[in-house]
């Protein structure tokens, strides 16, 4: 029994052993102040040297690098740990058109990475072209965790502002891949294009209490706050998203873009839960078929809506939409649900397309809209309980052509 208890501690001995060796932890301080017992003092050598399941711990200093993270580690950025790249290279390519991208980091062919911590910084980035695209954090055909950065400044120079480039944070997946992240309490703000995107058939994110805001009005680039495109999957929730708005878009007739909160573009089954989206000019859209927007804050929807459907089946329900220069909510589609919704100050609380059918409404409530519904539809909408009391117009056809006659679906500029 005694020679059974040795053996089993022996070999408990050995696991704890063998973990802790896994769980090593590389120390990087580029000038060896904060961490003196730091072994290297540039972060990709270090990257280079780990082995999965190892941490890559960066001191507080000034990186000027590009990264890239093809294994299992985590980097995590001690506070003060900046990430500086200069005269930025590409370093990637994109999944779809396969352009040159120029990433800060690259995370891409692994699973299990997770990078946190860092403020990166792409006001350094050298580039003086619309190619390589500029990136943030690229995460491609992989699966990672990214967490508590912040990535600020990716532009492009004052000359090139109409380019479509300069995205925060990305994830993509090539084809027959798959990349499955989660992105979580990031701040990304003075970006060119996008804040956080997804896109492709095999990408799955869950975008969760980040803070991402847009440069406010601009000529250049439209911009989105954050997008799942293109068959991408996933869940976004408790982020806050503000400040996209594209300058030329002054009213509903002169808008052949906008800048949007929220964007899901091309992908179905996505559910938009209880973010807070502020000024841009349409807070929440959707082209795919089942979305769930539930429980959102909405508000100061400049020129057009705070949620704009432009496609069937989804569901908007429990939102609370506030100063809508057009609508509160704008549907174009088909079977589509707005259950329990609160409106406050809009032209319409809610606009019915022409064309559109079985739109169901019921337990609406209406402040200070000048008209609660207008309905252009096909077929008159179906209202339930106290939303059937809320005043509704008709157009009558010599006012007709004062309803929106615009493809909805036209006026946003996702990012591919």
């Known amino acids: 029994m005694k020679t059974l208890k040795v053996i089993c501690l022996a070999a408990l001995f050995s696991v704890v052993t063998s973990f802790a060796a896994q769980a090593q932890t590389i120390l990087v301080d580029a000038d060896k102040v904060n961490c003196p017992t730091a072994t290297f003092s540039a972060i990709q050598p270090a990257i280079d040297s780990a082995s999965p399941g190892e941490t890559v711990r960066v001191c507080k200093g000034v990186y000027h690098e590009q990264l890239i993270i093809s294994k299992s580690i985590s980097v995590l950025g001690d506070p003060g740990a900046e990430l500086i790249p200069t005269a930025m290279t590409a370093n990637a390519t994109g999944a779809t058109v396969a352009d040159q991208i120029a990433a800060a980091i690259v995370v891409k062919n692994t699973t299990a990475a997770i ?9 350094s980035n050298g580039i003086l072209a619309c190619a390589p695209r500029l990136i943030g954090i690229l995460v491609q055909d992989a699966s990672a965790t990214i967490r508590n950065n912040a990535v600020r400044h990716f532009r492009l120079a004052p000359t090139f502002p109409g380019c479509q480039s300069g995205n925060g944070i990305e994830v993509e997946t090539t084809s027959g891949g798959s990349s499955d992240v989660v992105l979580n309490s990031n701040s990304v703000d003075d970006y060119q294009k996008n804040g956080i995107t997804a896109n492709e058939t095999g990408s799955n994110v869950t975008i969760r209490s980040n803070f991402v805001s847009g440069i406010g009005p601009t000529t250049g680039a439209a911009q989105n706050g954050i997008q799942i495109g293109f068959g991408a999957t996933g869940l976004i ?21 906008t800048g949007t909160g929220i964007l899901i573009f091309g992908s179905n089954n996505i559910r938009v839960l209880q973010n807070n989206v502020g000024t841009n000019q349409v807070g929440i859209f959707t082209n795919g078929s089942n979305t769930v927007i539930y429980g959102n804050s909405i508000f100061n929807s400049l020129v057009l809506d705070g949620i704009a459907i432009a496609s069937n089946r989804n569901k908007i329900l429990s939102n609370e939409i506030a100063q809508s220069d057009e609508a509160g909510v704008d549907i174009q589609g088909n079977f589509n649900d707005l259950i329990a919704n609160d409106f406050l100050g809009a032209e319409f ?6 064309g559109s059918t079985n739109t169901l409404r019921t337990l609406n409530t209406f402040h200070a809209t000048l008209t609660s519904v207008l309905d252009a539809s096909a077929t008159p909408a179906v209202a339930l309980m106290d939303d059937s009391a809320a005043s509704v117009a008709t157009p009558k056809a010599a006012s007709v052509p004062s309803v929106p006659k615009i493809n909805i679906a036209q006026r946003v500029s996702p990012s591919r």
Do not use: H, K
């Not at 929730?237 to 873009?257: G, R």
């Open 237 to 257: 929730e408790s982020n806050t998203v503000a400040n996209n708005v594209w300058s030329p878009c002054v009213s509903v007739a002169d808008c052949t873009a």
């Open 115 to 123: 990078v946190g911590g860092f403020y990166i910084d792409g006001s």
């Open 349 to 354: 609380g809610i606009l019915i397309e022409p």
